[in-house]
């Protein structure tokens, strides 16, 4: 099993859609969470932290659900501009800190 | 927000050649910096951590003489691919964070450096 496994896409949804991602890691003693966006041939960039208690910015909405080791993005009123690959990454500190990325789901906006 | 620089961009060498990646953060000073690489279609794999003045430490897997690291400041890491086979042919990403205690928060990400070996 894959430590940090995300859904498989690719994502096609049309503009206005809101689409949701998951994602399960499988050690309980990770630490920190986040989204992070990566556009084609570009580096990843920070999309959005995960915290126990949800947090929003703006159209995009992350929760995270420790008993389970689930994270979620739920992305509303989706724009063309947010196609790309959504990379879950989860960090810990067990025997020697660890930054695992998850395989990306990539999502296509259409017209 | 932080920024990190990476030299070169993008880089076409010989087999058997020795390559040099330099990852500058520069507005920050950071406490540790991650080498990664990333192949077509796949997500990114990291391939080390280093921490400004110390050895750095390799994932499983990945050949510390071959991907010498050194992290001379608290500003400045570089990765030197040794005997570079086409096989080594990838996109690089460092990344740099500020954190205590070894727990590192949020990554800010260099641009990046193509790597092709011919």
């Known amino acids: 099993r894959k430590e940090v496994e995300q859904d498989p896409g690719p994502f096609n949804v049309p503009e206005g859609a809101t689409v949701a991602f998951n994602c399960t890691y499988s050690n309980s003693a990770s630490q920190s969470f986040f989204w992070y966006r990566q556009d084609c041939r570009k580096e990843p960039k920070l999309l959005m932290s995960?915290?126990?208690s949800g947090n929003e910015d703006g159209r995009f909405t992350a929760q995270l659900n420790r008993a389970s080791q689930y994270i979620s993005l739920l992305i509303r009123d989706s724009k063309l501009s947010d196609s790309a690959t959504y990379l879950c990454?989860?960090?810990?500190?067990?025997?020697?800190?660890?930054?695992?990325f998850g395989a990306g789901t990539r999502l296509f906006v259409k017209a | 927000g932080a920024v990190v620089s990476q030299h070169p961009s993008w880089v076409i060498c010989k087999s058997g050649t020795s390559v040099k990646i330099e990852c500058r953060s520069l507005?920050?000073?950071?406490?540790?910096m991650f080498w990664y690489r990333q192949f077509p279609k796949q997500s990114l794999m990291l391939m080390a951590t280093s921490n400004e003045g110390s050895k750095a430490t390799y994932e499983q897997g990945v050949e510390k003489d071959k991907f010498l690291i050194n992290h001379a400041s608290l500003t400045l890491s570089t990765l030197t691919v040794t005997s570079a086979h086409p096989e080594d042919s990838s996109f690089y990403i460092c990344?740099?964070?500020?954190?205590?205690?070894?727990?590192?928060?949020?990554?800010?990400f260099g641009p990046g450096t193509r790597l092709t070996v011919l």
């Open positions: 990454v989860v960090n810990g500190n067990t025997g020697g800190f660890k930054t695992i």
């Open positions: 995960v915290y126990s």
């Open positions: 507005d920050f000073q950071a406490t540790t």
């Open positions: 990344s740099a964070s500020v954190g205590t205690s070894g727990i590192t928060d949020t990554q800010y």
